[in-house]
């Protein structure tokens, strides 16, 4: 199965962007994907009649000989097209349709709980102090600024508390670029556990540099 997958993704990049089949290399990517997905019991709704036909139509269109030869330009992509049409219009388009809404679904189910996680290990993180401001800064690090319990004074004087961010774990829920990863944070930070101070806010965006305002004065 990793040899079959390692050829579909070298040959979806082959035709990424060539006419013809360049138009339903998305299908494929999910076709190979939920195919995948489905042999190692982690999709459970698909039926085996279309499991036995996405196999039949994937190692069709993978298979290094074809009813027309690939490496004849456009044309030899023809029949690849031809068969995966057919299946989609037999049914697996709506296949498709649910599966992606499966995965979309149970990504945001494992955002939710990474960010509640990050939520209740940053709260602990804090050692009794209370969270003044937190900003995501240039080299990907989360940056805590906290002041002690029931400090009033302004400017508010405040301790440095860096902690990095888990690449290989954002990587895996696809967060990747800053916006995402600054709305993810947001939201991390918008968690009720939190103890922000009386000068407290949410976190800078990633777009934004990480200057220190004006309510605040770092002593260490």
Not at 117 to 139: F, H, K, R, S, V
């Amino acid at each position: 199965m990793e040899k079959f997958l390692q050829k579909a993704a070298a040959w979806l990049e082959k035709v990424r962007n060539t006419p013809v089949i360049g138009d339903v290399v998305e299908d494929l990517i999910t076709m190979t994907e939920m195919l995948s997905d489905c042999l190692r019991g982690i999709y459970e709704n698909l039926p085996k009649a279309t499991v036995f036909a996405l196999v039949a139509a994937l190692f069709y269109a993978f298979s290094p000989i074809d009813l027309i030869l690939d490496i004849i330009p456009f044309a030899g992509f023809l029949d690849d097209t031809a068969v995966i049409g057919l299946i989609l219009e037999l049914g697996l388009a709506r296949d498709l349709m649910q599966y992606r809404d499966w995965k979309r679904q149970r990504r945001n189910d494992e955002i939710e709980r990474y960010r509640r996680l990050l939520a209740e290990e940053y709260a602990e993180a804090l050692g009794g102090m209370e969270l003044a401001a937190a900003y995501l800064t240039a080299d990907r690090r989360i940056r805590f600024l906290l002041a002690e319990p029931g400090d009033i004074r302004r400017p508010l004087p405040c301790h440095n508390h860096y902690i990095p961010i888990d690449e290989d774990r954002i990587a895996q829920l696809e967060l990747n670029d800053w916006e995402a990863l600054g709305d993810f944070y947001a939201q991390v930070f918008r968690d009720a556990r939190f103890p922000w101070s009386r000068f407290g806010r949410q976190p800078f965006r990633p777009e934004y540099s990480c200057q220190i305002d004006d309510a605040f004065v770092v002593v260490d």
